[in-house]
Structure formats: structure tokens, C-alpha cells
């Protein structure tokens, strides 16, 4: 089964909106990372953050971990339309099969201009 | 894009064919993965490699096969393609330890 599942599975805000994506797993991590994908293209590494953070920043992202939660969070804000795309987390489990990195459904962003 | 080559880019092929799907890197890393991704899945990990010979299973793997001869390529096989392997299949590469992965362009394949 997925290690993440994102919520919400789409979402539509309009540019200058913050958007925020939702992610929930099922097994202890070593990490978990966000990408990005936009139509018809490879993934994208957005920011990682490691099981001992509990925020992280790169310029208008925002990720949050929450470990007794399972759960974690992405954060654009002032959105734009260039920020149209799927998001999905994806996590390295801290046990067994460290060497997978898992992927949730991801989160489709649709920014109005 | 650190590198990575997937070829072919599309492929339509019939059912019961087999199929190569190849991924090209040029920077010697040592972790080589198989994604595939279809709608509502996200993406699904089917093979990967940690080194030239080693390759271990991933979520969805049957019915799919890899070698690593060296360890610049990674092949995927379909042995005998069936319609439900329709899909976008990346290739990505690591770059360390529990690092982040880059991938690949895609290949669009279609089985009828």
C-alpha cells in the first residue's frame, strides 16, 4: 500500500493565495520530501525534512513534520500561477526498506490567475 | 536533471510483446529506481538497484523484470506486456544516503 496519502486531493486557489497540502503516513521515517510535477514531466525535488525537524523553509515553502502524528504539510504561500502542479510527498522509512523512497497520490494545485 | 536518460520516450507496442524500457545516467550513482505512475496511484516503485547486479522488489513488481549490468544503465523488462501496464514510467536516480532522487523524463508506454 501507499506510505502517503495526500489531502486534499485537488485544489484551486487564486494567485497571491496561500495553498496548503496535507500528508499522512503509516511507518516511522528517516525523511520525508516533497516534489513537484508539472504536466507531462519527471518529479521534482521541492525540500526535505529529516525526522528530528519540525519546520523547514525554502523561500516560499514551508514544510511542517509532525512525527506522533505521521503526518506533514506543505505550505505555498503567495501563490502563482507557475506554482500549477502535482505535489506529492514521498517518505524513507527509518526501518527495513531504507533504500525505497515511497510515494503518496499527490495533491493537483491549480492556481487561478 | 542530473544526467538521466530514458529511452524510448513513448512506446506502443501489443499485448504479449515484450518491451525494454532503458535509463541512462551518467554520473555513477550508486541507487538506480523503476517508478510507474498512472492516475489515482501516484507513483508506484517496481524495481530497484543498489549497485551493478543488485536489484531488490519493489511495491508492484510483478510481472516486470530489471538488470544492471553496469552501473551507468538500468533496464526494466516486460517480459509479455499486458494492457494493464499501460503507463508513464520514470526512471530516478539518488544521490546519497536517504537523499532526494532525481528522475527521469518519462516514457509513455501503451500496451493495446
Known amino acids: 500500500s501507499q506510505q502517503g496519502e495526500e489531502d486534499p486531493q485537488a485544489l484551486s486557489i487564486q494567485e497571491g493565495e496561500n495553498a496548503t497540502m496535507n500528508c499522512s503516513y503509516k511507518?516511522?521515517?528517516?525523511?520525508l520530501q516533497w516534489y513537484r510535477q508539472n504536466s507531462g514531466r519527471g518529479l521534482v525535488h521541492l525540500i526535505l525534512?529529516?525526522?528530528?525537524?519540525r519546520e523547514k523553509h525554502s523561500g516560499r515553502l514551508r514544510v511542517t513534520l509532525d512525527t506522533s502524528k505521521k503526518s506533514s504539510s506543505l505550505l505555498i504561500t503567495a501563490s502563482r500561477a507557475a506554482d500549477t502542479a502535482s505535489y506529492f510527498c514521498?517518505?524513507?522509512?527509518?526501518?527495513?526498506?531504507?533504500?525505497?523512497?515511497?510515494f503518496g497520490t499527490g495533491t493537483l494545485l491549480a492556481v487561478q490567475p | 536533471d542530473a544526467g538521466i536518460t530514458q529511452s524510448p520516450r513513448h512506446k506502443v507496442t501489443e499485448t504479449g510483446t515484450p518491451v525494454t524500457l532503458r535509463c541512462h545516467q551518467t554520473?555513477?550513482?550508486?541507487?538506480m529506481y523503476w517508478y510507474r505512475q498512472d492516475p489515482g496511484h501516484g507513483l508506484r516503485l517496481i524495481h530497484y538497484?543498489?549497485?551493478?547486479?543488485?536489484?531488490d522488489k519493489g511495491e508492484v513488481s510483478d510481472g516486470y523484470s530489471v538488470s544492471r549490468s553496469k552501473t551507468e544503465d538500468f533496464l526494466l523488462t516486460l517480459e509479455s506486456a499486458t494492457s494493464s501496464q499501460t503507463s508513464v514510467y520514470f526512471c530516478?536516480?539518488?544521490?546519497?544516503?536517504?537523499?532526494?532522487?532525481?528522475f527521469g523524463s518519462g516514457t509513455q508506454l501503451s500496451v493495446l
Open positions: 530516478a536516480i539518488r544521490t546519497g544516503t536517504n537523499e532526494k532522487l532525481f
Open positions: 511507518t516511522s521515517i528517516n525523511n
Open positions: 525534512i529529516r525526522s528530528n525537524e
Open positions: 514521498a517518505t524513507v522509512p527509518s526501518k527495513g526498506a531504507t533504500n525505497k523512497l515511497i
Open positions: 554520473e555513477n550513482h550508486r541507487y
Open positions: 538497484s543498489y549497485g551493478v547486479k543488485d536489484t
